[in-house]
């Protein structure tokens, strides 16, 4: 699986010790360990992409019509979907994903939790979008969400562990 993490942001922690930023090999381990659980092929690739507020406002603009700058967007490609166990999805692009860390972090800090974990949340449901889940109807939220928290808490709590 092709994972591409780009930072434009300038937010990333490229240490990984978890100072302010974000690591860039967590935000790719935790999009490899999404698709892998949605059962998306392993020929797929996926661009995340972490920008600045200026860069997410333009983008939030053109795209959706609404001012200023949000958390994250998704840019679907070969519209793929979840596959199962026995049948993974077929091969393609399933698209980019767009996060903004300094909005992450205002959300974080009013949500309590640190940025990485914001930014996680964020790169998450960006890969559910990417595959097709969406919010805009109640029973839709619900689902979506749910998800979004398991695989998150899954993410989180294997990487906590001790090997």
Known sequence: MSVEVVDESGFTDPSGTGGP??????????????????????????????????AMTALHEQWMDEPGPTDVLSFP????????????????????????????????????????????LLVTHGCLHLLGFDHAEPDE?????????????TFLSRRTQPS
Do not use: K
């Open 21 to 54: 930023g974000v690591s860039v090999d967590e935000v790719s381990e935790l999009a490899r360990f999404v698709l892998s659980e949605m059962h998306v092929h392993p020929a797929a690739d996926l661009s995340v992409i972490l920008v600045d507020t200026t």
């Open 77 to 120: 490609m070969d519209e793929l979907r979840p596959g199962s166990e026995d049948e993974p999805s077929p091969p393609g692009l399933l698209g980019d994903v767009v996060v903004c860390p300094e909005v992450a972090a205002r959300q974080a800090r009013e949500s309590g939790h640190s940025t990485a974990e914001e930014v996680l």
């Open 141 to 153: 939220e619900r689902e979506m969400f749910a998800l979004q928290r398991r695989l998150l808490l």
